[in-house]
């Protein structure tokens, strides 16, 4: 017995040590692929014929399929593993897609499986070496919270791109339900065709706010992304003003999620 769970430690530490060296050089590429990406990739695509609109899918495309390659990076080097359940069912014509925001890669695995995303990100990305070619050339949407934004972001379901929200701003604290603002309401009001909610479970967590990349826990994590119904914001914009109507998806949301995420 003393044997066997000797022999089990072992595993135990050096299956540790694998998946911390594997998350490191995941980051060390993802940093690196951003580099390739700005500086050849995306230039070279950008140098190909098309008008602005064929660039930009071209750019996202690029993307999308850099993100895949990462997310089979990590999959198969064990440092993680995951189910992405209605996956098929994303990537619509004005579909605004919202989901919860528990770690640091939500928006990897969504990006790696829509080839033609816009996405609101943070401001900072702007200013990251590393992101700022990429979030240029792709054409996403700063969140800097000017009211500017959410009718950029409307205009974009308007025009019939799919937009990626997540309604919380920032990534979950963990072991806290999620807390949405209202401004991804009121820019599916404004301009979606149908709302797509994405359920996301990390267990363990990990990545999650203000955690450093090499905190990973003591075993594989499992991320799980579940498609749900889709919603009609004609329901809510229906004999209520913009106020009211945003404020009652909202709280419809926050309270879908909290249900689903509770039931995962």
């Not at 919603?231 to 998806?249: E, G, K, V």
């Amino acid at each position: 017995m003393d044997l066997a769970a000797n022999s089990v430690r072992r595993f135990s530490a050096g299956n540790y040590v694998w998946r911390l060296l594997a998350t490191g050089a995941s980051f060390a590429l993802f940093g690196l692929g951003g580099l390739l990406l700005r500086l050849i990739l995306l230039p070279l695509l950008g140098l190909l014929p098309g008008d602005t609109r064929t660039r930009r899918q071209r750019a996202r495309a690029a993307i999308s399929k850099a993100f895949y390659l990462h997310v089979q990076f990590m999959y198969r080097s064990g440092v993680l593993e995951y189910v992405f359940e209605g996956a098929e069912r994303l990537g619509c014509p004005g579909q605004m897609i919202i989901a919860n925001h528990p770690s640091l890669i939500d928006v990897v695995f969504l990006i790696a499986h829509i080839r033609d995303a816009n996405c609101i990100v943070k401001q900072s990305m702007w200013r990251n070496p590393f992101t700022r070619g990429p979030v240029c050339r792709a054409q996403y949407i700063s969140n800097d919270g000017s009211p500017d934004m959410l009718e950029q972001a409307a205009d974009a379901l308007r025009e019939g791109e799919t937009l990626i929200v997540f309604p919380e701003g920032t990534r979950t604290t963990p072991n806290r339900a999620p807390i949405f603002h209202r401004g991804a309401a009121a820019i599916a009001l404004r301009g979606a065709r149908t709302i797509t909610p994405v359920f996301i479970s990390v267990k363990p967590t990990t990545l999650t706010k203000a955690e450093p990349w090499y905190r990973i826990p003591a075993r594989r994590v499992k991320i799980t992304l579940r498609v749900g119904k889709d919603i009609d914001p004609n329901t809510f914009n229906a004999q209520a003003a913009m106020p009211i109507a945003s404020r009652r998806l909202n709280e419809h949301l926050h309270q879908l999620f909290l249900r689903e995420l509770a039931s995962s």
